[in-house]
T-cell receptor, first 111, second 111 residues
């Protein structure tokens, strides 16, 4: 069975500080992995995806994620947090036609 | 290319009434997923449909909930005899297979 675990349901960082949101997955086959962002009262937007090409994936808004097979991780990072990054972030894994989402991490950016 | 459309954006129903939520996928997408999101919770998968077929409804409650994706027209998520516990945000996503594109959601409030 596929699953995604997001460690830390709430993360707070200062503006300008490093953002690190953690995601671990379990998958019996090479995974397709995704990060989505959700702003209040909106749907989910795709930030980036890993599809077995480069292990370091760059996404929109300065975010990137690194696929580490040995750690079964796909953590999301951004070097310098901006106030506009405050949102809910979801990690997801695709297996066949099914998508499995983590429970989300709420990012707060402190001015 | 218009994105995934959902309507209505907000829906208020009294207990016992029916709620019908509509989702128009992106042009060319033949896969639709429905998810439910409760406050402080992640996305819960409900059902996965292709045109005229329900592929996976393992996340749907056994009673009162149904979904369809007809050959013509939008996908419909139908909730009969709504109860207060049905209050949530319902998102649909369409997919050409490799990733999902989300609609803005319908926020259902049961009074």
């Amino acid at each position: 069975a596929q699953s995604v675990t997001q460690l830390g349901s709430h993360v707070s960082v200062s503006e300008g500080a490093l953002v690190l949101l953690r995601c671990n997955y379990s998958s019996s086959v090479p995974p397709y992995l995704f990060w989505y962002v959700q702003y209040p009262n909106q749907g989910l937007q795709l930030l980036l995806k890993y599809t077995s090409a480069a292990t370091l994936v760059k996404g929109i808004n300065g975010f990137e994620a690194e696929f580490k097979k040995s750690e079964t991780s796909f953590h999301l990072t951004k070097p310098s947090a901006h106030m506009s990054d405050a949102a809910e972030y979801f990690c997801a894994v695709r297996s066949g036609n099914q998508f499995y989402f983590g429970t989300g991490t709420s990012l707060t950016v402190i001015p | 290319n218009a994105g995934v459309m959902q309507n209505p954006r907000h829906l208020v129903r009294r207990r016992g009434q029916e709620a019908r939520l509509r989702c128009s996928p992106m042009k060319g997408h033949s896969h639709v997923y429905w998810y439910r999101q409760l406050p402080e919770e992640g996305l819960k998968f409900m059902v996965y449909l292709q045109k005229e077929n329900i592929i996976d409804e393992s996340g749907m409650p056994k009673e009162r909930f149904s979904a369809e994706f007809p050959k013509e027209g939008p996908s419909i998520l139908r909730i009969q005899q709504v109860v207060r516990g049905d209050s949530a945000a319902y998102f649909c996503a369409s997919s050409p297979l490799d990733e999902q594109y989300f609609g803005p959601g319908t926020r259902l409030t049961v009074t």
